[in-house]
């Protein structure tokens, strides 16, 4: 490292096997310039505290592994640079998750989560022998922010809701669904809908918004979830008229 | 030791798992399929890929195209029959990866986009704006969710082999959260666990590329062939080593030296083409072994950039302009602007070489199957044979799903023929493993893998870098040596805790890293010429010597030695091996065989 | 086998709003419903007994509050028109076109409003 200068950073620590509530712990790190916090974490493992837990790989911003809170908000680690803290920071496991151990927290809800969306194309039938569909640009355009979420966990840990009903699915699992539902290639909405048309799908979101704010990769879960409540209220309608039309013709068969 | 049942095990859930998992699910639905990964499936490094996959697309593209372009990057070190099935297979997966929701950019019509890429004589690389391996890897994940037969394992370290009269019957994993270890038997275990690039100290890849799947099977008596062939991608941030796609220069990205110099035209890639309007298999479309030694010399001869974190060279894509940069290479500016505060739209990016892929690995048939039956590999930490001595840009991706599929539907033909494997034998086997465990939890000592890992990658980069000579391959050769000695001395202190012991693991990793360097460096010292990304500059060594060393190398695990090296035939089907010429010479060269084929 | 895990859940108090300024801007714009109680309160006051609306809307104190009602549904107005456009899947410009032409309108609105009952 050129140019290395010392800050003091206080890190979350828990050994579930030791301690019986997380407690906080001062580091000192040698930083310059180009020194993010994962790799601040990284030279601590090296050199201080080899039994310092976290998720690391990619170090670029784009696998979703080193979600962490950073003076209180939700960041990755590998993403924020200590330059921008001249004061020295907090780092914490990130929020609204049980932790396991000093920044490892438990993600199995929100993997459980995103599998109950079915992220995944529903009633196409081409196979490859029939060749790509076509999509185009404009098409692509209507989902493709939202196929850019890395499946980070920030926006669980930026949630209040999520923090006070763990059970709601969150916004980066009804992100994904709604991704499928705008994909001219797909077919399963309504069976998707089934799922976010509930109480601890998408109306446990009231729209703080602050997932969109803390989003790495500007995927906008907040504008999904807004997007997903429109589509299950004209879903609600349309099943109530489908309904009514239903018993009107099972009348007439009557008659 | 909690033991749990399956058809096939699937060691890592990378872009090749992941396909492979599907794959054997499609073929037999019956079958149990359990997708281990020391990490989530979107956290492997597949996710860190870029510009694209290759697949013959365009009307005046073709296979033998495909083929020619792959088996001449390779330096003709590829098994001939295997790139023929590949290149047949690219179209089939991309359509696939398609019609599983793969979001490829596309052409105004609603078709998808192809780009340039380098050593390809045509564009033909799907790609998903400069994140295309990202969505892959979340396509294949997400579609992977449809199969309530694969069942994850996630975060379980892979630690050994199961293996019964020669056959593979299973695995045994770490389960990191709880600490304890699992015993997965199974009819088929397909290894899909990645390269090595972290043997390397400046390296574009994940933490987690560390080379253990590799590393396995090698102390099982498995091959690792043509591990001396190690790609430096020639872009990679300085500091960091973080990539920048090669797609940047599909797109008419240029590279400068420090007087603002096209260097590549002084290194066989000439004439320079004109600002913007790349052409195939000239200039920065050279392949990566070229263009990473045209940087070498550039640097020996004092022309390039000095900055604190060293020498580098200049990646314009100015000329691009805005609009074109935000729509196709968004991320790189991403990249450039968080780690290096640097917009290219207004500023060259500065890049130097890295280290970035291992065009070797775990020894394999046509068919992905080891010299264990019922052991298949596939990706990055596979040889197949199909990259050769140097691998093309974009063929890396593609190999994941061609190879992915090939090794998931192989194993689910073969896993059904087990001989029924004791399980007292198996028990036996994995209570071995565990004590093993519990004996390195213990180990005490004043030595720290972090001073090992940091001290081989040090040594593989003199000695296994992108020019190398005997004396400093020696050099390499002693230092691993002493840290194979050394590492035996590592204090684990972090030797009571089970849940996320990340201590451990980071040790294990790092044995098998040096396991793997030293198959690399042994492999390289004993190929005396110049192939592919294999460059020598001892007397003797400078060219590609075909007479003697047109054939693969095969390391072999020697416990406490070091590797014993043999070698291997190649396969030649319809290529013979010619001179390997870009720029204007591979053009007449083109032209010439093409006035053959006609005459 | 006894596992060794033992997750620590950290508990969401009620008072998690105050630890973020997002936070405390979102309560703020939540808050902003209690004066649209208010107001609704007072047209049924005017509904059912006109003379005592008269009556009350002179006092000081009710003043006070009809005044930090119109800047409550002001604020409130403003971030609904900031957010409602994520609800519309459209490109960026297009949003915030649409954005202008809300404002366009509420205030056209209002004006005409205003217009009338002083006419």
């Known amino acids: 490292m050129a140019d290395e200068k010392k800050l003091l950073l206080k890190i979350q620590r828990y050994n579930p096997e030791r301690d019986s509530a997380p407690y906080f712990a001062p580091y000192e790190i040698l930083w310059d310039d180009q020194t993010s916090f994962l790799d601040a974490l990284q030279y601590l493992k090296d050199n201080v505290c080899p039994d310092l837990s976290f998720r690391s790989s990619c170090r670029m911003a784009i696998c979703g592994s080193c979600g962490v809170m950073i003076d209180g908000v939700p960041k990755l680690a590998c993403k924020t640079f200590v330059r921008n803290y001249p004061h020295g920071a907090t780092v914490e496991p990130l929020a609204n998750f049980p932790v396991e151990r000093d920044l490892v927290v438990d993600l199995s809800h929100f993997l459980e989560y995103i599998e109950a969306l079915k992220p995944y194309v529903i009633g196409n039938t081409r196979s490859p022998a029939d060749g790509p569909n076509t999509q185009t640009p404009a098409q692509l355009a209507r989902y493709h922010k939202f196929s850019m979420c890395i499946n980070c966990g920030l926006c669980y840990a930026a949630c209040p809701q999520f923090g006070l009903n763990p059970a709601f699915l969150g916004p980066a699992a009804i992100t994904l669904g709604h991704r499928y539902n705008l994909d001219s290639r797909d077919y399963g909405k309504n069976e998707r809908l089934r799922t976010m048309n509930t109480e601890n799908g998408v109306w446990s979101c009231t729209f703080v918004g602050y997932c969109s704010e803390v989003c790495p990769k500007h995927a906008d879960p907040a504008a999904a979830l807004q997007q997903c409540k429109a589509d299950s209220a004209l879903n609600f309608v349309a099943s109530v008229l489908k309904c009514k039309k239903n018993k009107e013709v099972s009348h007439g068969d009557k008659t | 030791m909690q033991t749990l049942n399956f058809d096939i095990a699937v060691v890592g859930a990378g872009g090749a798992g992941l396909r492979a998992a599907i794959a054997a699910s499609e073929t037999r639905p019956d079958l149990k399929v359990a997708l281990v990964s020391k990490v989530y499936p979107m956290r492997s490094h597949t996710v860190a890929a870029e510009g694209g996959s290759a697949a013959v697309q365009q009307e005046h593209d073709s296979l033998e195209l495909h083929f020619s372009d792959t088996v001449s990057g390779g330096d003709w070190l590829c098994e001939q029959d295997v790139v023929e099935y590949f290149v047949r297979r690219c179209p089939h997966e991309m359509v696939q990866m398609e019609q599983w929701g793969c979001p490829w950019s596309r052409k105004p019509d609603g078709g998808v986009a192809v780009r340039n890429f380098g050593g390809m004589k045509v564009p033909r690389t799907w790609f998903a704006a400069d994140k295309t391996g990202f969505h892959m890897l979340h396509t294949l994940f997400q579609t992977s969710l449809k199969f309530p037969q694969i069942h994850r394992l996630d975060e379980h370290f892979f630690l050994d082999l199961l293996v019964e009269d020669g056959r593979a019957a299973g695995i045994v994993a770490l389960n990191m959260m709880e600490g304890e270890l699992v015993q997965v038997r199974a009819g088929a275990v397909v290894l899909a666990t990645g390269g090595a690039g972290r043997v390397y100290r400046y390296n574009t890849n994940a933490s987690i590329v560390t080379g253990e799947g590799m590393g396995v099977a090698y102390r099982k008596g498995v091959a690792l062939r043509d591990m001396e062939f190690v790609q430096y991608h020639p872009t990679g941030l300085p500091g960091s080593g973080i990539l920048i796609t090669e797609a940047s220069r599909g797109e008419g990205g240029v590279l400068l030296n420090k007087d603002g110099y096209r260097y590549l035209q002084d290194y066989g890639l000439g004439p320079e083409t004109p600002l913007g309007q790349p052409k195939p298999k000239h200039m920065e479309l050279g392949p990566r072994d070229k263009v990473s030694q045209a940087f070498w010399h550039e640097w020996r001869a004092g022309r390039m950039v000095s900055t604190p974190y060293g020498e580098v060279s200049l990646l314009d894509i100015r000329h691009l302009g805005r609009e074109k940069i935000l729509e196709r290479l968004p991320f790189i500016r991403e990249l450039s602007m968080q780690y290096m505060g640097i917009d290219p739209i207004d500023d060259p990016i500065p890049v130097r070489p890295t280290a970035h892929y291992t065009m070797g690995g775990i020894a394999t048939d046509a068919n992905c199957e080891t010299s264990i039956r019922g052991l298949y590999a596939a990706g990055e930490c596979s040889s197949v044979g199909m990259h050769g001595a140097n691998r093309l840009g974009s063929n890396s991706l593609a190999e994941l799903l061609v190879f992915g599929e090939a090794a998931g539907r192989n194993a689910a033909e073969r896993c059904g023929e087990s001989g029924g494997s004791s399980s007292s034998s198996l028990d036996a086997q994995a209570g071995d493993v565990e004590s093993r465990f519990k004996a390195l939890l213990r180990q005490k000592g004043k030595e720290k893998w972090s001073v090992i890992r940091d001290e081989m990658g040090l040594a593989m980069e003199d000695g296994c870098g992108i020019y190398r000579s005997e004396e400093l391959m020696q050099k390499t050769i002693d230092k691993l040596a002493e840290l194979q000695d050394r590492i035996s001395h590592v204090g684990v202190a972090d030797n009571s805790a089970s849940v996320f012991n990340t201590d451990i693991l980071n040790l294990i990793e790092i044995s098998h890293g040096l396991d793997v360097a030293e198959a690399m460096a042994h492999s390289a010292i004993q190929r005396r010429e110049s192939r592919g990304a294999h460059q020598r500059l001892d007397e003797g060594c400078r060219e590609r010597d075909d007479e003697n060393f047109l054939k693969h190398s095969l390391a072999y695990y020697n416990k406490g030695a070091a590797p014993r090296i043999d070698y291997g035939p190649i396969k030649i089907t319809k290529l013979p091996p010619a001179k390997r010429a870009y720029g204007a010479e591979g053009a007449s060269q083109d032209e010439k065989n093409k006035e053959k084929a006609n005459g | ?119």
């Open chain 3, 1 to 119: 086998m006894a596992t060794k895990r033992k997750p620590y859940v950290r508990e969401v108090g009620c008072c998690w709003w105050k630890s973020n300024p997002y936070y405390r801007f979102y309560m703020l714009r939540e808050s902003c419903s209690v004066f649209t109680v208010w107001v609704s309160l007072l047209l049924l006051l005017f509904l059912f007994s006109p003379s005592s609306f008269a009556a009350l809307i002179r006092h000081p104190v009710i003043c006070l509050l009809n005044f930090a009602a119109l800047l409550a549904s002001l604020l409130h107005t403003k971030t609904w028109y900031d957010l409602t456009p994520k609800a519309l899947n459209l490109p960026e410009d297009k949003l915030a076109a649409i954005v202008k032409w809300l404002w366009v309108v509420t205030i056209a609105f209002s004006a005409l409003a205003l217009l009338l009952s002083l006419l």
